[in-house]
């Protein structure tokens, strides 16, 4: 439904439930957001959190206080957002990095690298299919890339092009944090995820949290698409003002 440094959620549905995943949107932006997709905010269950920056959390508390909604938050995760939860404590579900369960989904979370307090990714799992996110991570270890083999459909951060990032105008301190292990995934480093995610299986791959000066969709997938080089494997961008298509397993 959206993905940048602007704001993130993503919209999933099984045959029970709707979920999203991460909200930094306004409420009346994620109303008009699914509007556009064919689904209504009201159906939303619940919401699961990757990690406590505020462009993943700040439409949090106003959705499930209007919709009464369930929101999943690591432990660790939970603590850094205190202070922003109290409203609604009451719908607060924590959950450890064991898998767990909501509905028919079943929810594996999974470590990430990045600059939080607990950062996870997520995988679900229904009938069957496999749905990964895998976004705000500096670096892919051989166990993350474990925890999302076999997805059918993949969201791999794409953040940044190196030599934009590198030549753009970001001061060196901010550079070195968005190019380090704690901070976003080039478009080199998403593809050969991407590969090694294909080659066990994914037919689908959502390029997400692209940086509005340091990368170009083009750029995003031209890289992954050449380094697949399969023609099965559909690869799209996700952007930051407009949803993607829906896709349905």
């Known amino acids: 439904?959206?993905?940048?440094?602007?704001?993130?959620?993503?919209?999933?549905?099984?045959?029970?439930?709707?979920?999203?995943v991460d909200d930094g949107l306004s409420v009346a932006e994620v109303e008009k957001r699914l509007k556009q997709i064919g689904k209504d905010a009201k159906n939303i269950k619940a919401i699961f959190l990757t990690h406590e920056h505020n462009d993943h959390i700040s439409g949090v508390v106003g959705f499930c206080d209007k919709y009464g909604a369930k929101l999943f938050v690591h432990s660790r995760t939970r603590l850094a957002i205190a202070f922003l939860t109290e409203k609604i404590a009451d719908k607060i579900q924590i959950f450890d990095l064991n898998d767990f369960y909501f509905e028919d989904l079943t929810i594996s979370p999974f470590m990430v690298s990045h600059d939080a307090v607990f950062p996870l990714g997520f995988s679900f799992y229904c009938m069957g299919k496999k749905v990964s996110i895998l976004t705000d991570s500096g670096y892919v270890s051989p166990d993350t890339l474990e925890a999302v083999a076999g997805s059918d459909i993949a969201v791999i951060e794409s953040n940044h092009d190196e030599n934009m990032l590198l030549l753009g105008s970001y001061p060196a301190k901010l550079k070195r944090r968005i190019a380090g292990r704690e901070g976003h995934l080039s478009n080199v480093e998403a593809a050969r995820c991407a590969k090694t995610l294909c080659e066990s299986g994914t037919k689908t791959i959502i390029l997400a949290h692209l940086s509005e000066k340091n990368n170009l969709p083009?750029?995003?997938?031209?890289?992954?698409?050449?380094?697949?080089?399969?023609?099965?494997?559909?690869v799209c961008v996700a952007t930051q003002n407009a949803p993607t298509k829906l896709f349905i397993l």
């Open 1 to 20: 439904m959206a993905s940048g440094s602007k704001g993130n959620a993503y919209y999933l549905k099984s045959q029970n439930t709707e979920i999203l």
């Open 218 to 234: 083009s750029l995003a997938l031209e890289t992954t698409k050449n380094l697949i080089c399969n023609k099965d494997v559909e």
